[in-house]
């Protein structure tokens, strides 16, 4: 059986991590990880403490948080969608300074970014 690594709990819901095959879990919002586990097999869990998350970035669809992803310092990146994904970002937001909790550009913003991009290398 996984061992958790928070010693208080402050948040939990169903969730679904979202990386290659989606798999469905509960995530665990604590004082001293983001853990997500795996609802058929609890051995199969993701534990990100604190410490090691670089940045958070949501993508927003229509004024809706529809998933997030955690980037870590050394362990790449984690997408994750849950029921409600507003309040886990809030309760995330307790344990995440405020400038590394990021909107992701959207798929117009990287369409403008390229365009803008491709016009300014063309000009002499």
Do not use: C
């Not at 998350?53 to 949501?58: M, W």
């Amino acid at each position: 059986m996984a061992q958790s690594q928070n010693s208080t709990v402050e948040f939990t819901v169903k969730a679904t991590f979202l990386q290659g095959l989606a798999t469905y879990g509960d995530v665990m919002v604590g004082n001293r990880a983001f853990e997500f586990y795996n609802e058929r097999n609890p051995e199969d869990f993701i534990q990100i403490p604190w410490d090691e998350v670089d940045r958070i970035e949501a993508e927003v669809i229509r004024r809706k948080i529809v998933r997030f992803a955690i980037f870590t310092k050394k362990d790449g990146h984690f997408a994750f969608s849950t029921r409600d994904n507003g309040a886990t970002l809030r309760a995330v937001r307790a344990h995440v300074p405020e400038e590394r909790m990021l909107r992701s550009p959207s798929f117009f913003d990287v369409v403008k970014l390229g365009l803008r991009r491709i016009l300014h290398l063309g000009r002499p």
